[in-house]
């Protein structure tokens, strides 16, 4: 997985409290990516950083916010977690834009 | 909004033949291509992309066709294999987004 990590791998969670997921690269590469995957609908961008403390929303962001304060982590919190949030969260991380985007393992989120 | 629509959801095909997937653009903007390929439980690898200058790539078993006009692409598994099975999806970016429109996925199974 290109040198990608996330964790937790499994979460089980209650409605209301927050969670935090932490993606972590050994490749030192510029942008990174948190994208949440459900059937039907693929793959969608969350949140996308694009350097230390740069970060943008993607199509999906409402009750998430991210952080990257250094180049090899990027973490996704969910406030106060909603059950249309369990999911299965990918972190990706590409070198250069229009190139290959490597992702990581993914965590699956549960929500009751 | 979805802008790249990709079908089918589901395909069977028999060890040996011609696995099609299709995936449709609205945004002439776009200017990478990549489909990727998912294992269950496994994050997306990306398997083969191509931009809009070439209408066709091959790589081993795996072509892109690419339709410009019709604003098209679809990716061809010939001489498909058990070990084919997998999801896949299509994917389009345009320069300076730095972000990929994922497909729905297709879910391809190969008889053995």
């Known amino acids: 997985d290109a040198g990608i990590t996330q964790s937790p791998r499994h979460k089980v969670t209650e409605t209301g409290t927050p969670v935090t997921l932490r993606c972590h690269q050994t490749e030192n590469h510029r942008y990174m990516y948190w994208y949440r995957q459900d059937p039907g609908h693929g793959l969608r961008l969350i949140h996308y950083?694009?350097?230390?403390?740069?970060?943008d929303k993607g199509e999906v962001s409402d009750g998430y916010s991210v952080s990257r304060s250094k180049t090899e982590d990027f973490l996704l919190t969910l406030e106060s977690a909603t059950s249309s949030q369990t999911s299965v969260y990918f972190c990706?991380?590409?070198?250069?834009?229009?190139?290959?985007?490597?992702f990581g393992p993914g965590t699956r989120l549960l929500v009751l | 909004q979805q802008q790249v629509k990709q079908s089918p959801q589901s395909l069977i095909v028999q060890k040996g033949g011609i696995s099609i997937i299709n995936c449709a653009y609205e945004n002439t903007a776009f200017d990478y291509f990549p489909w990727y390929q998912q294992f269950p439980g496994k994050g997306p690898a990306l398997l083969i992309a191509?931009?809009?200058?070439?209408s066709e790539k091959k790589e081993g078993r795996f072509t892109i066709s690419f339709n410009k006009s019709a604003k098209q692409f679809s990716l061809h598994i010939m001489d498909s294999q058990p070990g084919d099975s997998a999801t896949y999806f299509c994917?389009?970016?345009?320069?300076?987004?730095?972000?990929?429109?994922f497909g729905t996925g297709t879910r391809l199974k190969v008889l053995a």
């Open positions: 950083s694009y350097g230390v403390k740069d970060t």
């Open positions: 994917a389009a970016s345009k320069a300076g987004t730095y972000k990929y429109i």
């Open positions: 990706a991380i590409s070198e250069r834009e229009l190139e290959t985007q490597y």
């Open positions: 191509i931009r809009p200058d070439v």
